[in-house]
């Protein structure tokens, strides 16, 4: 009778075990990895280049689903590997499935001679789209660097010129 005890209570140990290893396994892989200086191409032309990529100066990333960055910058290339576009955001959520991000926090998207601002955004990859939420500000400068103050009376000098 004892032995027979002790191999049930063997049993239910043994079966104890198995169950908290399979368990651990299943919560490792739904856990996010948390990781310093993330960098993550996000799509890439036909040619291999890499048309958009994520850094992160932290970032949580689990093995499936939507990753959680602060310290964000995104950059889109042109095919021969130049930056097209960079948007700075404190914090975002990517959605690899989706192949989205979104964010509450501040924003700033710089491109040539434009540089816009805001609060909160929207990323679209499949629409090659960014809405920004609120606050948007429009910031336009000319090669030599001067700001769009200066564009405006530059183009009312010559409006009179022409009156």
């Known amino acids: 009778m004892k ?44 040619s291999g280049a890499v048309k958009t990529q994520l850094k992160a100066g932290f970032a949580l990333v689990p093995p499936k689903g939507v990753i959680v960055a602060s310290n964000v910058v995104m ?16 914090d975002c959520k990517y959605d690899r ?10 924003i700033k998207i710089i491109r040539d001679n434009i ?23 429009i910031v336009l400068t000319r090669k030599g660097g001067s700001s769009q103050g200066s564009l405006i009376k530059e183009f009312r000098k010559r409006s009179d010129k022409n009156e």
């Open 115 to 137: 540089v816009i601002t805001g609060k909160g955004f929207e990323w679209y990859s499949e629409r090659e789209r960014v809405k920004i939420l609120s606050d948007a500000k």
């Open 97 to 106: 499935e989706k192949q989205s991000a979104k964010s509450g926090g501040k």
């Open 3 to 46: 032995l027979l005890i002790k191999k049930n209570i063997l049993c239910i140990v043994v079966g104890l075990v198995v169950v908290s290893m399979i368990a651990s396994v299943v919560m490792a892989e739904e856990m996010a990895m948390p990781v310093k200086n993330l960098r993550l191409p996000m799509e890439y032309y036909d």
């Open 75 to 90: 950059h889109m290339f042109f095919e021969n590997g130049s930056t097209n576009v960079m948007m700075t955001a404190e």
